[in-house]
């Protein structure tokens, strides 16, 4: 667990992906150890935390963006599902909506650059150029 990589989104979720199951935390790092604890089967988690709820929502996955067969947004290419990360405003002023994407090696986010958008944020900040030059290496 000591080397793995994760990315963390801010504003983002993943359209109509299902989650194994989800918990009610008080933190988003309760979340993020939650699935720690039982990665490789958990590599994804998105919290909301809602102003109106006692606890947060703590939803969690076994694929994130890097694996081509998640079905988010359904774009289909020679046949191929192709995950795209969705940008998702908050409904009140104070609520948070958090995605932490958990990997072996960061190199395998190369080819899934986090969104571009004026109300989302990454912690992922390598440029589409490096990224692109990336693509193809093999993850060491």
Do not use: M, W
């Amino acid at each position: 667990i000591e080397s793995l990589c994760s990315r963390f989104h801010n504003n983002t979720v993943y359209l109509g992906a299902k989650p194994i199951f989800s918990v009610k935390v008080n933190t988003i790092r309760q979340c993020r150890d939650t699935c720690l604890n039982l990665y490789p089967n958990c590599v994804a988690v998105i919290f909301y935390q809602i102003t109106l709820l006692n606890k947060s929502l703590c939803y969690l996955f076994d694929k994130n963006s890097i694996h081509k067969d998640v079905s988010c947004i359904y774009f289909s290419l020679n046949e191929q599902n192709f995950v795209v990360l969705y940008p998702e405003k908050p409904l009140a002023k104070h609520d948070i909506i958090n995605i932490i994407e958990i990997v072996a090696d960061c190199h395998e986010f190369d080819a899934v650059p986090p969104l571009s958008d004026i109300f989302t944020t990454s912690s992922d900040k390598v440029s589409r150029p490096r990224r692109a030059s990336n693509i193809g290496n093999p993850v060491k």
